[in-house]
């Protein structure tokens, strides 16, 4: 959703898109591995993202993950995430669970 600042004129009518700034957002990431459970998880530091402006997809076939998404800081600046995470062959991609908690995604692999 952009602002618009419409300014009315005799003639036409103006629309004025302010310049809008992106910057790339680079979060922190770790992984855990849980023996007793057979499962790898990946944690994602993503503070003031919302579930709704995230996007998680997992391409099988190259076994990378694509987490991608935005969040406005302020009226004309935008962060946008973009990662790429190869996984393991230890992992198996069925059963993949994905939840986002106090800013924190949380990505589990069931180990083969």
């Known amino acids: 959703m952009s602002s618009q600042i419409i300014t009315p004129n005799r003639r036409s009518s103006q629309i004025i898109t302010p310049n809008r700034r992106s910057q790339q957002f680079f979060p922190d990431k770790s992984w855990e591995e849980d023996e007793e459970k057979k499962k790898k998880s990946l944690n994602m ?3 003031g993202f919302s579930k709704d402006r995230l996007r ?13 998404g935005q969040k406005s800081n302020g009226l004309f600046n935008i962060m946008r995430l973009n990662e790429r995470i190869q996984i393991d062959e230890e992992c198996s991609l069925d059963g993949v669970h994905a939840k986002l908690l106090n800013n924190n995604l949380y990505i589990t692999f069931p180990k083969k």
């Open 56 to 68: 998680i997809n997992l391409n099988t076939r190259t076994r990378t993950l694509i987490v991608t």
């Open 45 to 47: 530091v993503l503070p």
